[in-house]
């Protein structure tokens, strides 16, 4: 992909946090510009248009931020050939923790924008309504075990037919480069001025496990490209509806990988 395009989109995805102050803006600037996650998510389609996406823990929101632009983008013609088309969203709904965190997602994208709507609210407690998509990017290792069991739980009941949930841990049996990122997490907790939190990490094989236990087909992407990381990407898809389920609404897989 091109470094021009990229360039511009983050330029596109972040210039609204500039009046949030200069973390909100260099955070931003930070994650979405070395953070492979999000531009793997629009090159290989791994998110379908007109859907309702449920962000968790979605910290300054620049996830959401992120998908609007691409969106505007692909609108104007300035989208990269190889690319699938960039999602446009039905609704968006952030849930975060930290109020700071809110409060800057909502000066940058608005508290009351027509498809994006970021809530404080604790992941743990909250309903989660009915969704086509759940994202939840290094979050759950910041509950424990017994949570974040929880949340798979009700992530899989939230999930429509044909949904997916699309998330990002640490691999706990990923040896140095789990260490590695442990200890970046820590410092960036820190830095963004949390207490340094306990850490419940579980490996690869367990988070699949405990995700195929709760019906998901689940496929897996290594996600630290570039950085000594343990990261993993986990797509977990929800069967599509059988013909007698009334209320199916299949989302187009073309995306899959
Ligand atoms: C490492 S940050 C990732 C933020 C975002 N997902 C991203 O990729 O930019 C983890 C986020 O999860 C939030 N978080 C942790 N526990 C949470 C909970 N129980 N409910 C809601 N948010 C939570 C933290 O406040 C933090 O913003």
Redesign the pocket.
């Known amino acids: 992909m091109s470094q021009p395009f990229l360039a511009t989109l983050l330029d596109a995805a972040t210039e609204a946090y500039r009046p949030g102050g200069k973390f909100a803006y260099h955070f931003a600037r930070g ?1 979405l510009g070395t953070d492979p996650i999000f531009r793997n998510l629009l090159s290989q389609g791994l998110i379908p248009s007109d859907t309702r996406i449920l ?5 300054q929101a ?2 959401a931020s992120w998908l609007l632009a691409a969106r505007r983008l692909y609108e104007q013609g300035d989208w990269p050939a190889g690319w699938p088309e960039a999602p446009r969203i039905e609704s968006l709904r952030g ?4 109020p700071r ?1 809110v409060a800057r997602a909502h000066q940058a994208l608005g508290a009351d924008h027509p498809t994006v709507r970021i809530e404080l ?4 407690a909250c309903d989660f309504g009915t969704v086509d998509v759940v994202t ?4 759950l290792h ?2 424990d075990y017994r949570r974040q069991d929880d949340v798979l739980r009700r992530i899989r009941e939230a999930l429509a037919p044909g949904g997916r949930l699309i998330l990002r841990i640490g691999d706990a049996a990923g040896g140095l480069p789990f260490r590695i990122s442990n200890w970046v ?1 820590h410092v ?1 907790t820190f830095v963004r001025g ?1 207490r340094l939190p306990q850490l419940w990490c579980r490996s690869l094989a367990e988070w699949r496990a405990q995700l195929e236990a709760l019906g998901f087909t689940v496929e897996t992407q290594p996600m630290s490209e570039g950085k000594p990381f343990a990261n993993v990407m986990l797509v977990a898809r929800v069967p599509e509806a059988r013909q007698s389920d009334s209320d199916a609404r299949p989302l187009g897989l073309a995306g899959a990988i």
Request: proline letters at 0%.
């Open positions: 994650k962000d968790l823990g979605c910290g620049v996830f849930i975060e923790l930290m965190d609210g604790d992941i743990c939840i990017f290094d979050v910041y509950v997490d960036v949390h």
